[in-house]
């Protein structure tokens, strides 16, 4: 039969299922077959065979009949799961009902009262098929979900078969052991399969409708306990299903091995078409959602026990009854972790490799799933994150990081990924290997929208913060208090900035510090201890190898000063707030010598009008996101106690001001009232902790003036020189301990990345659109 008869035929059975009134029994075969047994239709085809009126008309005026429907489908699943789907029909139907069910299910889920359909058991479908097996009969999610685990390792369907060609033999898909069917080389299996694109096609469509399945909480709205399990995943990544371990392992490997350009030749990829991108997208897609899983609310999965032989470490305790959390934490062999690091790192780097050689290698769209994938790594499993910390692969990973977030700091559609770079990069800085990372040289030339500079990866990452902040959107600016956070953990480390990222940090200071700049929310001035609190880290641990800074700090005194003297009266600050109030930027970039930008880079574009993106909840404040260590002399770190009486600032995190406010000062009166008790003691909330972190500077600054004054110095390369040999013994206190703010696990970020995630799972899933137009509750769909 042609395919437009195919068609044509499984047209005609929806509209007798629109328009039939009455209730079509279940054991009407010569009905219910229509849908799946002599079409020949792809997912596309069913999607506009089936428009969503349809499904809707059919839940409300005729629900038994899509029960029976539903019902039917995954009975025809579970008879291929058990038959082995060894004829070509018995694929084609699997095919067909899989294809259906990811077009109904968003229907079934938006709808509160057919929720619980899926979880209820079906007269007549007990575990061994007879009636008389009733009372365990299983609710029908966790047959389909069985199903779907047996069909994805079916051999001749989605693996190979370990069979010589002899049709006699087929195996026994009950008696094969599929962790000798994992789908690729990598972690706990040596064995790279012949691909198939068959397989890989076959494998896609059964993953997408897993996915589907998981999306019921996409219809419910974000709640603020975020620690309700998804039952889907619940069941699917718990001990009944036998193949969790190799489905586990099948969708890591197939990601981590992934190389898009094509076995390193270039341009390779547009000789061949790759059937393995859309495998790997969804296997990526369907693993950081089985591990959406809240740390803070649990006993951490983190295990770190004894090194065993095997792949998961069998250390106790046993860890989280989501198995696939239970996994990924447990993997401890070093050959492994290199396996993931290596494969994360090439395919968040594939974008960069555009810019060398355009389109030489096939670009790949899924690089936020992967840096969700590297978070639940680095979250769930510690002994991965002291790999990654341990050499400088870490560099492979930050430099895409920034590359992402320069690039996306303009464009509201982003905000997500932006959040989520600066999140791992917060993670990253607590540990104090990647302060020492840092400091390798950056030559690596990848043209970015940002002045030329020469020096190390932490002038690349002051450079790259210092262009969100100026020059990013405002949305942005719940960020900063975490972008100065991450420059404080490193900061007692870096052995010597260049003069560019110098300035930089004084430019910054410099905005932050203006009255009106201070006072125009409860939390900028913040951002100004931040920056004192890296200029005295430096100085203190680092003076050798800083004469840039020194020196850049000297030429920006008079910041300093007016610091000490900041004005605490309500008169004199109104006056400021007013005098700013038709700014029309929110921080002056003048001052900041914006040199030229890299060559063959394109400026950091706004969001397309029109494009569609999704809300995301707003994240908890840094007090909250962190929590304070001090570093002892032999490197390791305890956990200081929060100070019991909280400062109105701290206690208060105002959440994220609406963009308007924040920054005119229109409304001031009312904001100044607002967040400014009548007997809080301005000097003592500001200019206290100002004036306590100002003495490095107000010691060094007249000792180098007289120092130079006196040898009669006047050419900057001459001071600069006298700061990298003179020598300022005796002037400089003895160092404060080292203080980092260590990322912890709080229910707040746990929600974040759940609508993060399944955000960005809405908007790259167009074809075909498998959420689009249902009403979704997680998050709005907005357009820019």
């Given at each position: ?6 068609k044509?035929n499984f ?30 239709t ?25 029960a ?111 962790c ?5 080389a ?28 998981f ?8 709640s ?16 009944e ?12 490997n ?19 078409s ?14 950081i ?46 050959e ?47 002994k991965?994150?002291f ?6 692969d ?11 977030l320069?690039?996306a ?21 607590g ?19 940002i002045p ?38 490193v ?8 003069m560019?990222?110098?300035?930089k ?5 410099e ?44 030429r ?8 000490a ?8 600050i ?11 930027e ?6 900041s010598?914006?040199g ?25 404040g ?6 304070k ?44 009232q ?17 004036l306590?972190s ?47 703010r ?13 609508t ?9 899933n ?19």
């Amino acid at each position: 039969m042609g395919n437009a008869d195919s068609k044509l035929n499984f047209r005609k059975a929806v509209i007798q299922l629109t328009t039939k009134t009455q209730p079509v029994e279940a054991t009407d075969d010569a009905f219910w077959d229509q849908f799946w047994a002599d079409t020949a239709t792809s997912v596309q085809d069913v999607f506009a065979l089936v428009p969503a009126a349809e499904i809707r008309a059919v839940r409300e005026e005729s629900p038994s009949n899509l029960a029976t429907l539903c019902y039917k489908a995954v009975e025809k699943l579970v008879q291929g799961a058990e038959s082995g789907c060894h004829s070509e029909k018995e694929k084609q139907i699997v095919l067909n009902c899989s294809r259906l069910l990811t077009r109904i299910l968003p229907y079934i889920f938006e709808d509160p009262d057919w929720r619980g359909f899926f979880w209820s058991t079906v007269p007549g479908a007990g575990r061994g098929g007879g009636d008389e097996d009733d009372e365990n009969a299983r609710p029908l999610a966790e047959s389909l979900l069985l199903a779907i685990a047996d069909l994805l390792f079916c051999p001749e369907f989605t693996v190979q078969s370990h069979r010589k060609n002899n049709v006699d033999t087929a195996e026994d898909i009950h008696a094969i052991d599929s962790c000798e069917y994992i789908w690729e080389a990598g972690v706990g299996f040596a064995h790279s399969p012949q691909p198939n694109y068959m397989h890989d096609l076959n494998r896609t469509e059964l993953l997408k409708l897993l996915l589907t399945c998981f999306s019921e909480v996409m219809y419910l709205p974000p709640s603020a306990d975020s620690s309700n399990t998804n039952p889907w995943v619940q069941f699917f990544c718990s001990t009944e299903n036998r193949h969790a371990l190799p489905l586990f392992t099948s969708l890591l490997n197939i990601v981590c091995a992934y190389d898009p350009v094509g076995y390193g030749i270039p341009y390779n990829h547009l000789l061949f078409s790759d059937y393995r991108e859309p495998l790997v997208e969804q296997a990526a897609q369907v693993l950081i959602v089985t591990l959406d899983y809240d740390t803070s609310t649990s006993s951490s999965p983190t295990v770190d026990g004894t090194t065993t032989g095997t792949v998961m470490d069998d250390a106790d305790p046993p860890g989280p009854d989501n198995l696939f959390v239970n996994y990924l934490s447990r993997i401890h062999r070093e050959e492994d972790f290199q396996f993931i690091l290596k494969g994360v790192a090439r395919l968040l780097s594939n974008p960069l490799l555009q810019t060398y050689l355009p389109n030489s290698t096939k670009k790949i769209q899924f690089h936020q799933e992967l840096l969700v994938l590297f978070w639940k790594l680095c979250d769930f499993n510690k002994k991965f994150l002291f790999f990654v910390l341990k050499s400088s692969d870490v560099l492979d990973i930050l430099v895409p990081i920034l590359y992402f977030l320069n690039d996306a700091r303009a464009d509201q559609s982003r905000v997500g990924l932006m959040h989520i770079g600066v999140f791992i990069l917060l993670l990253l800085s607590g540990e104090r290997n990647f302060g020492v990372r840092l400091n390798k040289p950056y030559s690596v030339r990848v043209p970015m929208d940002i002045p030329v500079f020469t020096g190390t990866h932490a002038d690349l990452l002051i450079i790259v913060f210092h262009k969100i902040i100026t020059s990013g959107h405002q949305r942005l600016q719940p960020l900063f208090d975490c972008l100065l956070t991450i420059i404080v953990n490193v900061s007692p480390y870096l052995k010597s900035l260049s003069m560019v990222s110098a300035n930089k940090l004084l430019h910054l200071l410099e905005a932050f510090s203006t009255t009106w700049f201070l006072f125009s929310t409860v939390q900028n001035h913040h951002l100004v201890f931040f920056l004192l609190e890296v200029f005295n880290n430096i100085i203190q641990y680092q003076f050798d190898g800083n004469s840039n800074l020194v020196y850049a700090i000297i030429r920006k005194r008079n910041v300093f000063h007016q610091l000490a003297n900041l004005p605490t009266d309500l008169q004199s600050i109104q006056k400021a707030l007013q005098r700013k109030k038709k700014a029309p930027e929110p921080i002056s970039r003048t001052n900041s010598q914006e040199g030229m930008s890299m060559e063959g880079s394109r400026p950091a574009a706004p969001a397309e009008p029109g494009t569609l993106k999704t809300s995301l909840v707003a994240t908890p404040g840094i007090d909250k996101l962190t929590e304070k260590s001090q570093v002892s002399e032999d490197g390791t770190m305890r956990s200081l106690e929060p100070e019991s009486s909280q400062s109105p600032a701290e206690g208060s995190s105002p959440g994220i001001v609406s963009d308007t406010e924040s920054w005119s000062g229109v409304r001031l009166n009312a904001a100044l009232q607002q967040w400014w008790p009548t007997d809080w003691n301005l000097s003592r909330e500001v200019k206290l902790p100002i004036l306590s972190s100002l003495p490095i500077s107000g010691l060094l600054v007249p000792s180098c003036v007289k120092l130079s004054i006196d040898k009669g110095l006047t050419d900057e390369s001459e001071i600069l020189k006298f700061l990298q040999h003179g020598t300022l013994v005796g002037l400089l206190p003895v160092p404060h301990p080292i203080l980092i703010r260590k990322y912890q696990a709080n229910s707040g970020t746990a929600m974040w990345f759940r609508t993060y995630m399944w955000g960005v799972i809405y908007l790259r899933n167009v074809d075909p659109p498998i959420w689009y137009d249902t009403d979704v509750k997680l998050f709005e769909i907005q357009r820019v």
